[in-house]
């Protein structure tokens, strides 16, 4: 076995004060930076993974703005691998899978924004291809949807997708018990 992290998506846009802010971003990010620092200090593979518009009136993450930067908490350093995509699935158009098996990695764990898109269509695909997938559950973060008249809040929201994924495409854990083992 060997394992490695994806981060997804942790980018400026998903926090205040940007284009498209999630439902308590900060404490994924805070989340996803201690799994980040686990693996850096353990040696693991980590591979971020950025999500860029394609059409330049994209609501968010649209190239040469702010909101495409990664969170200061998760930046990548040298050495470390950085994946462009366009999709929310992030093996679609990328050389994802190409790198992963290029390193030898069957198994990830996979943290993010957001549970609901770019989470859900990466963990699925990714267990599609073969690979076990871990999930950090309180290093996602999901907003608030509305279907009609019904508004859904991010935290149920969160909660539905990763009940969804837990068990048929991966295990969802806190980072506290991914940290202890």
Do not use: W
Not at 46 to 67: L, N, Y
Not at 149 to 162: I, K
């Amino acid at each position: 076995m060997t394992r490695a992290l994806l981060l997804v998506d942790v980018q400026l846009d998903y926090f205040p004060g940007g284009a498209f802010p999630l439902v308590a971003p900060e404490a994924a990010a805070e989340a996803a930076g201690a799994v980040l620092r686990h693996f850096r200090g353990a040696g693991e593979d980590v591979v971020h993974v950025f999500h860029t518009a394609t059409e330049t009136d994209a609501g968010f993450f649209v190239r040469g703005t702010p909101g495409v930067a990664f969170h200061p908490d998760v930046e990548p350093r040298a050495g470390e691998a950085v994946v462009e995509k366009h999709e929310p699935n992030s093996f679609l158009g990328t050389g994802l899978e190409h790198l992963l098996r290029d390193r030898g990695v069957t198994d990830l764990v996979v943290l993010g924004m957001m549970t609901s898109m770019c989470i859900d269509s990466t963990v699925r695909a990714a267990s599609d291809l073969g690979f076990a997938c871990t999930v950090v559950a309180d290093a996602c973060a999901a907003p608030d949807l509305a279907l009609g008249d019904v508004t859904v809040p991010g935290a149920t929201v969160h909660a539905a997708f990763l009940a969804a994924l837990d068990g048929s495409f991966a295990t969802v854990v806190r980072s506290a018990d991914l940290l202890e083992h």
